[in-house]
T-cell receptor, first 108, second 116 residues
């Protein structure tokens, strides 16, 4: 069974204070690792898909990286609008297995 | 691109009534759609997977007779909560996977159901 563990559970940052979120996973045959952003009362918003170790993707202040055991989501110089819950998920077939998420709060 | 819509966004109903939620992929064809349920401060729980033109596959513990899923076209799936009760109150979210894409699922904005 695919398993995903995200840490920390919550992260409070000052505006401009860069940090990283961790997603550790165990999966039998990774077919994709996904990062989503979820705002309160809304559905998850797609950020990145990573397929193989060593792959990196960037979007504005976010950068996702992947190794054989974990993925990191780096937030560079965050702004208050980056406040959200960030979800990591993996798939080995067609279903997604989600982590519990990291709730990021960025203070101005 | 890859926009998924849900309707309605909010629904309040009386116990014993049925509620239908629509999920549409607006700018792509989705061979597979998924229905999730999310409780407060928890992650998403997969309820069922539906493929266009075939019966849905339900996760263990999900009552197929209570949560009816129809995937009639490549852009539309519906979830009907039959004889809803207060314990069915939750946040329901659908997702769609592109027919031409790989494994990425794109999520709708969710539907908040409150059963009185």
């Amino acid at each position: 069974e695919d398993q995903v563990t995200q840490s920390p559970e919550a992260l409070r940052l000052q505006e401009g204070e860069s940090s990283s979120l961790n997603c550790s996973y165990t999966v039998s045959g990774l077919r994709g690792l996904f990062w989503y952003r979820q705002d309160p009362g809304k559905g998850p918003e797609f950020l990145f898909t990573l397929y193989s170790a060593g792959e990196e993707k960037e979007k504005e202040r976010l950068k996702a990286t992947l190794t054989k055991k974990e993925s990191f989501l780096h937030i560079t110089a965050p702004k208050p609008e980056d406040s959200a819950t960030y979800l990591c998920a993996v798939t080995s077939d067609y279903k997604l297995s989600f982590g519990a998420g990291t709730t990021v709060t960025v203070r101005a | 691109g890859a926009v998924v819509s849900q309707h309605p966004s909010w629904v309040i109903c009386k116990s014993g009534t049925s509620v239908k939620i629509e999920c549409r992929s607006l700018d792509f064809q989705a061979t597979t759609m998924f229905w999730y349920r999310q409780f407060p401060k928890q992650s998403l729980m997969l309820m069922a997977t539906s493929n266009e033109g075939s019966k849905a596959t339900y996760e263990q513990g999900v009552e197929k007779d209570k949560f009816l899923i129809n995937h009639a076209s490549l852009t539309l799936s519906t979830l009907t909560v039959t004889s809803a009760h207060p314990e069915d109150s939750s946040f329901y979210i659908c997702s769609a996977r592109s027919a031409g894409g790989r494994e990425t699922q794109y999520f709708g904005p969710g539907t908040r159901l409150l059963v009185l």
